[in-house]
Every structure is written in structure tokens, then in C-alpha cells.
């Protein structure tokens, strides 16, 4: 489905299922023209004619968001890699949408990061696997977290003792990270995806 998508087509269908998400609700023909900067609305038109014909999308007349995604509707947003090993830089743009059934409707607080590494295995994160993540900037001991270290994004285990924080892998073949106070804790693991195919 998505091969017979033009690139600009991708990214106003990524922007529906963006503000989907995040809104509850889809956009209007205004807010894609003004995202993409185009001059006219006959051009977001021309453009959900193509998503129309590609069967990703309906349009009822008449409505001002009345646009419908098909096919399984918003899924969460897939924003990056994050290393389950050494640290590396953040994630910053969404690069699809991981369909997950059996969560709860997307809040705009939850996404998916594809793992990279292998410091999380013992906790059955592998490499290759997207781990969901909702957004939150505490978490208990113990629990599995994303944070930033010197601007850079790992996944690990959040360990609290004796007042100082560490982030510690799965694997002892890695080393724990020192949780500073210039350290940010972007969210909680929640689950784990991982595709056979």
C-alpha cells in the first residue's frame, strides 16, 4: 500500500495520523495546507485524492474533519532507534507508526523506539525490537526507562540506592550509567513489540 504513495503523500498521511494522535481529532484541509505550506487547498485535495485512491484514507463531504483513516486506524508513533547498549543521539522525527491493537487508543504520550543493541537482553528486550514508551519524566526503582545522558538516549534499568539513581543494563557485559542531574528520564518502558518476519 504504502509503494503506490507519492513522498509527499506519506507525509500528509503521517501528519493525519500525527494530529490524529495527538488531537483525538483529524485535521482540516486549512491545517495540512498550512503544515506543508502550500499556496491552495485544491493542493491538500489533490493530495487526499491519492490517498483516497491507495485506500489509507475516506473523506466525508461536507465535514470539516471529516477525514477517516482506514486500515486499522492511528497506531503509535515510531520516533527513532534507541541503543540498548551505549548511548547515542536522540530521537527527533517520527518515522512511522507501529499498529498496537491490544494497548488503549494512543493518548499522545506513548510511542515506540526500534532497540539497538544488546544490554537489555536479560530482560527480554533484543535487538530489533521496538519497546513502547510513555512519556513521563519520573519512574520507581527498578522500573525500565528511556532517558537522556549528555543529550544522548539510552534504554535501561532505573536502579535507586543509598540517594543516587543508576541506569543499568541487562547484560553484564555492560557497564551502569550514572544518573546526573543534567540526566532526563523521557519515559517508561511499557511493553515490547518484536516482529517475526
Known sequence: MDRELTD??????RFIQYHLQRHQVPPTVREIAGQFHFASPR??????RGLIRA??????PHIARGIELLGGGVGIPIVGRVP???????????????????????????FALRVKGDSMVNAGILDGDYVLVRRQETAEDKDIVVALVDGEA?????????????LVP???SHGAIS????????????GVFRRYV
Open 55 to 60: 485506500g489509507v484514507v475516506r473523506v466525508r
Open 154 to 166: 539510552t534504554v535501561k534499568r532505573l536502579v535507586k540506592q543509598d540517594g543516587t539513581s543508576q
Open 43 to 48: 493542493t491538500v485535495q489533490d493530495h487526499l
Open 8 to 13: 509527499r503523500q506519506r507525509q500528509v498521511l
Open 84 to 110: 540498548a547498549g551505549t548511548p547515542s543521539q536522540p530521537f527527533d522525527e517520527v518515522e512511522g507508526y507501529l499498529e498496537w491493537r491490544p494497548l488503549s487508543p494512543p493518548d499522545g504520550q506513548t
Open 179 to 190: 544518573l546526573r542531574h543534567d540526566s532526563q528520564l523521557v519515559g517508561k518502558v511499557i
Open 170 to 172: 541487562e547484560n553484564p
